[in-house]
Every structure is written in C-alpha cells, then in structure tokens.
C-alpha cells in the first residue's frame, strides 16, 4: 500500500533554513508528480510546491517562490523541500501527497519558525 513518511521538521530561527523529506513506497515512485503541502493554525491547508515525476517541472506557491525548492531522487524514492530565509508565517505542518486515483497523505512534520 502506498506509504508516505515526512520528516527534517523543527524549530528554526527567522531566516534560518531546514531540509524536509518525504520517503515514499508502495507504488511507482517516479510516475507520479509529488506535492507538499502545508497547513497553519486555524488556516485551510494550502500548496506549497509540486514537481513532476522525472522532476523536470517544479510549480512553487507566490508566498515561498524563490525561498524553498522541491526537489527528487526517484532512485531513493524521495522528495525533498528545501526551504530557505524562512519566516515566522512558514510556521505549520508540512505534509506531502500523491494522486494515484486518490490522494494518499503523510503524517506531517512540523515546521515552527520562531525566534
């Protein structure tokens, strides 16, 4: 069954930087375009980056373009976010999906930027 583990959550300064990952099993890794996502306190979850399967074409949120980058190594099974100068409004958890007939979610991380 496909399984979906996010982790490289923390606390960070403002301005700071983290790596999150997100593992990935259960089906054909490198079919299939990955998204993180990202959910605050009391705010809808919102999209923050989605990259192809051959990772060739990434699509970033206005709020975090030019600060994080999606990433993929289809040889690990593994999407990465890395997100850079971050700021307090970063502050959720973060999680990733795939579409595969149906969404399939991880379990999040947790993103706190404060200083």
């Known amino acids: 069954q496909v399984q979906l583990v996010e982790s490289g959550g923390g606390l960070v300064q403002p301005g700071g930087s983290l790596r999150l990952s997100c593992s990935a099993s259960?089906?054909?890794?490198?079919?299939?375009?990955m998204s993180w996502y990202r959910q605050a306190p009391g705010k809808e979850r919102e999209l923050v980056a989605t990259?192809?399967?051959?990772?060739?074409?990434?699509n970033y949120a206005a709020s975090v373009k030019g600060r994080f980058t999606i990433s993929r190594d289809n040889a690990k099974g593994t999407v990465y976010l890395q997100m850079n100068s971050l700021k307090p409004e970063d502050t959720a958890v973060y999680y990733c999906?795939?579409?595969?007939?149906?969404?399939?979610w991880g379990q999040g991380t947790q993103v706190t930027v404060s200083s």
């Open positions: 259960g089906f054909t890794f490198s079919s299939y375009a």
């Open positions: 990259i192809s399967g051959g990772g060739t074409i990434t």
């Open positions: 999906k795939v579409y595969r007939g149906q969404e399939y």
